[in-house]
């Protein structure tokens, strides 16, 4: 009995891989030389990833997501008098692990963290002169959301925060400080 023990437990066990779709909203926040300023639009995304039921009422999984924002802030003489910076957020590439409890058959609450990685794409102008890059930051997210359906289609809404912490370019601190917040919803299909 002690032996059939555990091949029961996996019997009773299943694992999932998932595909699917966020649209929400997307407040980023940037932070330098004693300014902030946030603003917020649409961000919008796509993830998929592979979830086990450790029993019941748990599950666990991993997941990936690459997605996009219309976000973009502007703010004149940030450095020196006359000057411009806009700064806009680009594509956003997130791994992280997922723990879920199911609270009812098909409802189940979940949180989420994992690394983020942001391009932050920026342009800065002063005296007719304009300069045009991106960087990439590394960062991390954590979140929680809500879960709903027992079938292979299931429904989703989430908010999660990610902070970049200090923007880099060439190795070298900017002394911006990059952050977001987001409220998703969104569906996906487990094969």
Known sequence: ???ATPVLANE??????????????????LEAFGQSGDKGNVAYAIFGGVEHDIS???????????GDSEVSIA????????????VSAGRDIYAGIKIGFRVAPPVTIY???GYTNVQIRGSYSID???YRGHVNNDG???????????G?????????????GSVKVDGINTGIEARRSQVMAGVKYAF
Do not use: C, H, M, Q
């Open 1 to 3: 009995a002690f032996l």
């Open 12 to 29: 009773t066990s299943s694992t999932r891989v998932y595909a699917g779709v966020l649209a929400g909203y997307d407040s980023a926040e």
């Open 56 to 66: 019941d009422v748990v599950v666990f999984g991993a997941e990936a997501e690459l």
């Open 75 to 86: 703010a004149n003489d940030a450095i020196y008098y006359g000057d411009r910076v806009k």
């Open 111 to 113: 949180a989420k963290g």
């Open 128 to 130: 007719s002169e304009t």
């Open 140 to 150: 991390y997210r954590i979140g929680a959301g809500v879960e709903y359906g027992t």
């Open 152 to 164: 292979p289609i299931r429904f989703l809404a989430e908010y999660r925060f990610s902070d970049y």
